[in-house]
Nanobody, 115 residues
Framework: QVKLMESGGGLVPAGGSLRLSCLAS????????MGWFRRSPGQEDELIAT???????YIKASIKGRFTMGVTSDLTAVTLQMNDLKPEDSGMYFC?????????WGPGTQVTVSS
């Protein structure tokens, strides 16, 4: 069974940066279209970025130019470089396949941006 493990979240001031990582496996990252999801209080989960192999397929408009989705050189993890963070970026971040069926969800990693 595929296990996903997100990490890298934290508390940062507005304008700060974080780099999230989602450890999966080389087969998963190479063969799947992966996505980063954000869960914010009072809002539905939203897909904010997707990547298939070396191709970034989708970046939500509100994060374009600030966030970059990547993969590690050994293809065991997908990453999300987050720059110029804003308070509205706060939430719990998860990775998974971009579309259903999804793998079992990992614990996520909390991002909190202070104003």
């Amino acid at each position: 069974q595929v296990k996903l493990m997100e990490s890298g979240g934290g508390l940062v001031p507005a304008g700060g940066s974080l780099r999230l990582s989602c450890l999966a496996s080389a087969d998963v990252v190479r063969m799947s279209t992966m996505g980063w999801f954000r869960r914010s209080p009072g809002q539905e989960d939203e897909l904010i970025a997707t990547r298939s192999g070396n191709d970034v397929r989708y970046i939500k408009a509100s994060i374009k130019g600030r966030f970059t989705m990547g993969v590690t050189s050994d293809l065991t993890a997908v990453t999300l470089q987050m720059n110029d963070l804003k308070p509205e970026d706060s939430g719990m971040y998860f990775c998974n396949t971009a579309t259903s069926p999804h793998f079992h969800w990992g614990p996520g990693t909390q991002v909190t941006v202070s104003s």
